[in-house]
């Protein structure tokens, strides 16, 4: 491999909610997603016990060679009751992470909001179905830029807002019927959009020299043949899943053909006065991408009637059922990649192409901030994890990443693995594996949680190692 820059953040990451357990300790409430994650697989209440283990999982990252951690915030730690009272054994317990990594000189990049809303939030005024949410997120933000800002360089706001709306379940729509659910959709995206902006904004009054942005969840869309229907369908699908979100983040515009879409769908937000000026002030200094895979899309007919996306939780390889958006796109396979047991494409070219689409139009500095690939992973009898799969992604999407700073001159600063240690998978809890470092614990049975290094983390230590001067173990 190639080398990087010497500066170039060497990360991996993880969320709160996914690692740390401890979920009702020390004044901690629940959020939306500790009540969300299916019944069927670990819950949050222990995930990877990370919050008792922090400082063992930071000597871990030490020895794997991490310039870099993302980790995420959970809101419910530091304001229990979404907002008013500060909870100082919240503050305490981020505060010790964060001196811990700098003191192993480990940069934090902290996102503030990761799925994980307060429940009582949730409750009183529907989350971000209502205004309401934009004083309570700018509260939260002004805790954190106040308590940490001063060790804390780089922040992302939200994680995965267009997945959030795209996705069935990372986020509690009120609505049921299916017109007045999609304007409730664009209307929570308007409001996500304005508190995204006001933390920006914030974020720059407060901490001049921090830099902040939100982490996206892209996947770049290919059309299934060149017939001139189907590269439409891809470019409309693109538009509306990645290029809709990307405008609003780095240029604080409405996408003229989501204009048209909203209008044509009778779903435009509410805007009101200042909203878009507000939009346009919070434009972010980065973009975060979490890129794990491609989509591949064909046309519709008239005949195709619209269906929603029903993801693979189980691991059952081809259980995915495709979305179809009436008159618009219908999602197929693309015959030319692998897919992992949940029917995710893997597609090293497609972070390149991601690259590529995004920073020649916007030209804003790049950071992944989650790559990586979901798998069983197995425990030998001599407490080994022989991970070649997982190498053999992270290799090729890393080489991806090279090739697209040399070669097409693009900005990235920093690669953020998911994730640092195993920990619960939104969708499909312990079985799914990710982790440089395995946690002994399934789903059902918790054992003693003892970390163990798999392969991967040896092949990823060695690759920091050749790029990073005077690194010693
Ligand atoms: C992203 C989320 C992460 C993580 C990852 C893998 O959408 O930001 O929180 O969960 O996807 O997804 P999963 O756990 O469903 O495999």
Redesign the pocket.
């Known amino acids: 491999m190639p080398s990087f820059p010497n500066e170039f953040l060497w990360g991996a990451a993880t969320?709160a909610y996914?690692v740390e357990g401890a979920y009702l300790e020390d004044g901690k409430t629940l959020s939306v997603v500790d009540e969300s994650i299916a019944p069927e697989y670990a819950d949050t209440s222990i995930a990877s016990d990370h919050y008792h283990r922090f400082e063992e999982d930071i000597r871990l990252m030490k020895e794997l060679g991490l310039t870099a951690y993302r980790f995420s915030i959970a809101w419910t730690r530091i304001l229990p009751d979404g907002r008013g009272k500060i909870n100082q054994a919240g503050v305490d317990f981020y505060t010790q992470l964060i001196d811990e990594l700098l003191k192993n000189k480990i940069e934090p990049i902290v996102t503030i909001y990761?799925?994980d809303l307060p429940v009582v939030l949730q409750e009183e005024y529907g989350g971000f179905s209502s205004r309401k949410i934009i004083p309570d997120f700018i509260e939260y933000c002004r805790v954190l830029f106040e308590q940490f800002g001063d060790r804390v360089k780089y922040w992302l706001t939200i994680?995965?807002q267009s997945?959030m709306f795209l996705l069935p379940y990372l986020i509690t729509f009120t609505e049921e019927n299916e017109q007045s659910l999609l304007k409730q959709k664009y209307e929570m995206n308007h409001i996500m959009t304005l508190a995204h902006a006001s933390a920006v904004k914030l974020c720059h009054q407060l901490l001049p020299d921090a830099k902040i942005g939100p982490?996206i969840?892209i996947s770049p869309v290919y059309p299934k043949t060149c017939d001139p229907k189907d590269i439409l369908a891809a470019e409309k699908a693109e538009e509306l899943r990645n290029t809709f979100f990307l405008e609003l983040y780095c240029k604080g515009n409405y996408l003229p053909a989501m204009q048209a879409y909203m209008r044509e769908h009778d779903c435009q937000p509410t805007i009101e006065a200042g909203d878009m000026e507000l939009i346009k002030e919070g434009r972010c200094d980065f973009l975060g991408l979490?890129y794990?895979d491609s989509k591949t899309v064909e046309h519709v007919t008239a005949y195709d009637r619209g269906k929603e996306l029903v993801i693979n939780k189980s691991g059952e390889v081809g259980s995915t059922e495709k979305e179809v958006i009436e008159g618009i796109y219908k999602g197929c396979n693309n015959p030319y990649l692998d897919r992992n047991d949940?029917d995710w494409e893997i597609d090293p070219e497609g972070l390149r192409i991601t690259l590529n689409r995004i920073y020649q139009r916007y030209e804003v500095p790049l950071i992944i901030t989650?790559n990586?690939l979901?798998a069983v992973d197995t425990l030998t009898v001599d407490k080994q994890i022989h991970d070649e799969y997982r190498i053999d992604y992270l290799k090729k999407h890393l080489e991806q990443v090279h090739l697209a700073m040399v070669q097409d001159g693009i900005e990235v600063f920093g690669f953020c693995p998911?994730?640092f240690i195993d920990l619960i998978?939104?969708?499909?809890g312990f079985r799914?594996r990710?982790g440089f470092v395995y946690v002994d614990r399934t789903d059902t049975e918790i054992k003693e949680l003892i970390r163990y290094k798999k392969d991967s983390f040896y092949w990823y230590q060695g690759v920091i190692r050749r790029n990073r001067k005077g690194f010693e173990l």
């Open positions: 969320a996914q990761h799925f994680n995965e997945n982490a969840g979490n794990y949940w989650e990586g979901g998911w994730s998978s939104t969708t499909s799914k990710y």
